[in-house]
C-alpha cells in the first residue's frame, strides 16, 4: 500500500533507497503462531512476523493474517521496461498477465499504464512503515500503509499501477470502470476499492491490483455485479470456503495461460516484424499491431525466445537477444524469425511454402515447400 497523497512512485523509491533496510533489523521479532502476532493496533516501533505461507495466490493477508517474515516467492521475475517504471518484480503467472493487461488498456483506451511498486520483502515493509510513522503518527500511517508481514505486496503478485509520470491512478473515471471490468478477465482485482475502508480499515486504493487468477477474479466480479458494490479482496477470501478456496487455487496455479483464439497460429506471444519496429500479437481472438514507440525495438522478453514485447535495446546494441541466426517459427508455420546484423528480421512465408528446419537439422528454419 502506498502513501494516501498519492505522491508519484519515484518519490516513495527515492524513500526506500535512502532508508537502510538493515534499520529494522533490531525491529523484527517472530511470531510462530496466530495468536503471537501482532495487529495493525499494536506499536509502530516493532515489525512482527505473521504465520502464513505466501505461495498459494489466494492467502488471505491483511490486519489480523500476515506472512511470515522469511517468506519470500521463489518465481520472481522482472517486469520488462515496457511496462515498469523502475526496476519491478512479480511472480512469473502474475507477471504474463499483467503485461497482457497493459497491453490491453494502451491498444483498447490508449491508457499507458505501468507498474509502479510491485514486490516489497518483510524488511523493506518494515522500514517504509516505519517512515510513514516517524513522519505522520502511528494512527494516521495505519489508515494508509500495512504494517511488515500484512502487506499484500509481499506477495509478489501485487502492482501499483501509475502513468508514465509516477502518479498513481485516481480512480473513479473511465480507466477505473474499464479496468473493474477488463482486469477481472486477465485475473487481476482492485484490492482496496472505493466504499471498503469499514472491512479493509485501510483508505481507498483504486492503484493498487493483485492478481489472484482468471476463475477467482471473475468470480470476485460476479459478487460485485450481483450485490451492486465493490469488494475487497480480504472481504472475499474470508467469504470463501477452504472447498470454494481449493478450488479457485487449483485452476489459479498455472496462471498467466492464454485461451484458446481465432488468430491463424498467432498467440499472445506475438512476432516481431521485419523493420524491428512492430509487434504482432493476438488478443481476444484478434490480431493487433503495434509500432514500438521511441527507442523501443521489438525483441524476445528476457529469458525467452519467442515470447516479443517492445522494449529497450539491449545493452550490447543488438535486438535479438537469445534468438540466432538459425531463427524459428511462429506457431501456424507462417513466418519465420531469425537474427541478422544484430536486428531481429521476420518475413512471411509466400506461397505454399511453410516455416520447417532444413533438411538434416532440427533447429535450423527456413521458409520451404512442405514436405
Known sequence: MHHHRREPCQRILVLLGLIAVSGCDGLLQS???????????????????????????????????????DYEPTDLVTLPASVALGSQRLRKAAADALVSLLKAAYHELGADLYCASSYRSFATQCTLFASYAARDGCDEANTYSAQAGRSEHQLG????????????????????????RRA????????????????????????????????????????????????????????????????????????????????????????????GKHLTYCKNGKL????CSGENVCRPRQGSVDDFDCLPPPADGGSCGPVTAKGFCSADRSHLTFCKEGALKTIACSGENVCQPREGTTDDFDCLPAR
Open 157 to 180: 503478485t501485487v502492482c501499483d499501477l501509475a502513468d508514465a509520470t509516477g502518479e498513481f491512478l485516481p480512480g473513479e473515471n473511465a480507466l477505473d470502470e474499464y479496468l473493474a
Open 31 to 69: 511470531s510462530d503462531s496466530p495468536g503471537g502476532a501482532r495487529s495493525a493496533s499494536g506499536s509502530c516501533t516493532q515489525c512482527s512476523s505473521g504465520w502464513l505461507d505466501g505461495s498459494a495466490l489466494l492467502t488471505p493477508v491483511n490486519r489480523e493474517q500476515g506472512l511470515r517474515s
Open 184 to 275: 477481472p478477465e486477465l485475473g487481476f482485482v482492485m484490492s482496496y476499492p472505493p466504499g471498503t475502508s469499514d472491512v479493509t480499515g485501510y483508505i481507498s486504493e483504486p492503484w493498487h491490483f493483485r492478481y489472484l487468477g482468471r476463475k477467482a477474479a471473475a468470480q470476485l466480479r460476479e459478487r460485485e455485479l450481483a450485490e451492486g458494490r465493490r469488494l475487497s479482496t480480504h472481504e472475499f477470501l474470508r467469504d470463501l470456503s477452504e472447498e470454494e478456496r481449493a478450488a479457485l487455487e487449483e485452476e489459479g496455479a498455472g496462471g498467466g495461460t492464454t485461451p484458446a483464439d481465432d488468430c491463424g497460429g498467432v498467440s499472445l506471444k506475438g512476432y516481431c516484424w521485419a523493420d
Open 288 to 291: 493487433v499491431d503495434l509500432a
